[in-house]
Nanobody, 120 residues
Framework: QVQLVGSGGGLVQPGGSLTLSCAAS????????MGWYRQPPGKQRELVGT???????NFANSVMGRFFISRDNSKNTAYLHMDSLKPEDTAIYYC??????????????WGQGTQVTVSS
């Protein structure tokens, strides 16, 4: 069982920056992928960005060039750095982990979600 604790949300003005954290209960070196999805008000959850166990990243076009992910393997923590924030970035952000387990296949885990609001 993988447990995820996300934090770092808040209110920021357009053009500002925020960094979200996601701490995992297992080594993040053992996962297939880790990253964030978000759910804007009244909309479905969508990809923000992820990284794989090899460090390859995949970002949605809407955030590419503005968001990036870093990680601290010693702390089992990933960080979503968000820059040049726009009102359309307003959403609940959910940390996500996908992990392949022997014999049982792929499991998916979610953090509790943290609110990011971009408004003047």
């Amino acid at each position: 069982q993988v447990q995820l604790v996300g934090s770092g949300g808040g209110l920021v003005q357009p053009g500002g920056s925020l960094t979200l954290s996601c701490a995992a209960s297992v080594s993040i070196s053992s996962i297939d992928s880790m990253g964030w999805y978000r759910q804007p008000p009244g909309k479905q959850r969508e990809l923000v960005g992820t990284f794989t166990s090899t460090g390859t990243t995949n970002f949605a076009n809407s955030v590419m060039g503005r968001f990036f992910i870093s990680r601290d393997n010693s702390k089992n923590t990933a960080y979503l750095h968000m820059d040049s924030l726009k009102p359309e970035d307003t959403a609940i952000y959910y940390c996500n982990v996908r992990r392949t387990t022997p014999y049982y296949g792929v499991f998916e885990y979610w953090g509790q979600g943290t609110q990011v609001t971009v408004s003047s």
